[in-house]
T-cell receptor
């Protein structure tokens, strides 16, 4: 089945460490997104990409960077993790301008 | 004012009843609207999209859109305990942006 996968699924790291979250998809979608979800704040967009050469900041991009290595791969990096980046992170994809987005299983990140 | 607003709930309904979930949005030029279901600890799952005023039915689910009132709703008929989840409303912003804005979700509890 065409799918969206994320690695790792769970990660505990220390303040100041660099960490990368990876997303891969077999849906053949051009558009990919990174969100974080916090209790009471809902899903917030970090970065998005409409093709390999296109990277756009979302509403909360500070402290994060991304890389679109291929149509199917979109990575999120935290250069120097801080505790308030503890959250559930989701990757999503969409095929076109209808913006029906399909989510990966998520990565639970804890920064101590 | 938040861009997408939902009552956080919990909304409690008995098994077999109709659950009605509501969402209001502030961007008057929004054209695309989505309902996602999210079980605790899991990723959001797209269940309905609606683009035109009126009703759209899919099985036990009906989405209703009223652009003049900036209101979108989701009805779940014959509610089952397995429908117990958080329901997220998402709105695609108008204009050149292609971003979705998510509400914080309504927790639905279906009582057996």
């Amino acid at each position: 089945d065409a799918d969206v996968t994320q690695t790792p699924r769970n990660r505990i790291t220390k303040t100041g460490k660099r960490i990368m979250l990876e997303c891969s998809q077999t849906k053949g979608h051009d558009r990919m997104y990174w969100y974080r979800q916090d209790p009471g704040l809902g899903l917030r967009l970090i970065y998005y990409s409409f093709d390999v050469k296109d990277i756009n900041k979302g509403e909360i991009s500070d402290g994060y960077s991304v890389s679109r290595q291929a149509q199917a791969k979109f990575s999120l990096s935290l250069e120097s993790a801080i505790p308030n980046q503890t959250a559930l992170y989701f990757c999503a994809t969409s095929a076109d301008a209808t913006n029906e987005q399909y989510f990966g299983p998520g990565t639970r990140l804890t920064v101590t | 004012q938040k861009e997408v607003e939902q009552n956080s709930g919990p909304l409690s309904v008995p098994e077999g009843a109709i659950a009605s979930l509501n969402c209001t949005y502030s961007d008057r030029v929004s054209q695309s609207f989505f309902w996602y279901r999210q079980y605790s600890g899991k990723s959001p799952e797209l269940i309905m999209s609606i683009y035109s005023n009126g009703d759209k039915e899919d099985g036990r689910f009906t989405a209703q859109l009223n652009k003049a009132s900036q209101y979108v709703s989701l009805l779940i008929r014959d509610s089952q305990p397995s429908d117990s989840a958080t329901y997220l409303c998402a709105v695609k912003l108008g204009g050149a942006t292609n971003k979705l804005i998510f509400g914080t979700g309504t927790l639905l509890a279906v009582q057996p």
